[in-house]
């Protein structure tokens, strides 16, 4: 994932324990991971368990308070980001349609130091319960999907700074052709995030702060069988169309997956 964004020098951002304006951020994270999918049903359902690692490469650019005045400061740092386990996905089938729940947590294992712009780590621990539908049908190639999650993020122990809880909605839709021995995928997908509960920190470091944005672009793929598996790559741009209190940028990903025992022979 590749994302470049920036935000109004008139909009103060807590980084870190500091005060930030004019911000420019420059971030690239490989993010390798898996699922497991049990044999048997749970209520009903396929049960899976998953987890993700990450690595960040980040650069950051800010204008800094001090008790020397204003100063611009350039950092860059790479290293461990921070982990996500998903205990809990559930998915119901009903035909075309599948109704999904899930319980990602993410844990504060990425390098971060006090007073340092650039970190690969957030230092804090959160969850996000999330709820989603699905509509797949083989026949028409045609796929959607909608979820929505909230974000419950727990405080930074070494800044004492807890940011407000999230509310989230994602969706795509995209149209599957065939195309040689796999499947061209070609779509849209938005998203919209809205920060619903004011950051609470030691001091008031920027008073009662709450950020929302949102996005849409256009998503493409392609999908190979081979035998039971499929092999999967994904291009996605998701330009940031309305941003309050957060940069704004353009989000660049490129996804591979292998699915295995996921097809019919």
Known sequence: MNYSGDLNANVDLPIAGLVTAGIDVQLNSVVPGAFYTFENTVLG???????????????VTGKIESSLGSLRRSESESGLGDTTVIPLLMGWVDGNWQYNAM?????????????????????????????????????SGFNATLFTGLTINQENSDTDYRSGRL?????SLQQMVKAGDG???????????????????????VGPFRQKTAGIGPVIGYMLP??????VFEFRWLPQLDSTNTTEGDYFWLKFVYQLGTGKK
Do not use: C
């Not at 359902?45 to 690692?53: E, P």
């Not at 844990?107 to 989603?132: E, I, K, Q, S």
């Not at 509310?167 to 969706?171: A, K, N, P, R, T």
């Not at 081979?226 to 092999?231: A, H, S, T, V, Y």
């Open 45 to 59: 359902a396929k049960y899976s368990v998953g987890a993700f690692a990450s690595w960040v490469d980040v650069d």
């Open 167 to 171: 509310l989230h909605f994602d969706g």
């Open 183 to 205: 499947f061209v995928t070609m779509g849209v997908e938005a998203f919209w995030n809205n920060q619903i509960s004011d950051d609470k920190n030691q001091g008031g470091l």
């Open 103 to 139: 319980l990602p947590v993410h844990a504060p294992t990425g390098d971060y130091d006090v007073g340092r712009l650039a970190n690969p780590g957030l230092n804090y621990w959160a969850v996000d319960p999330t709820f989603g539908v699905a509509y797949s049908n083989m026949e």
């Open 226 to 231: 081979k035998g039971k598996d499929n092999i």
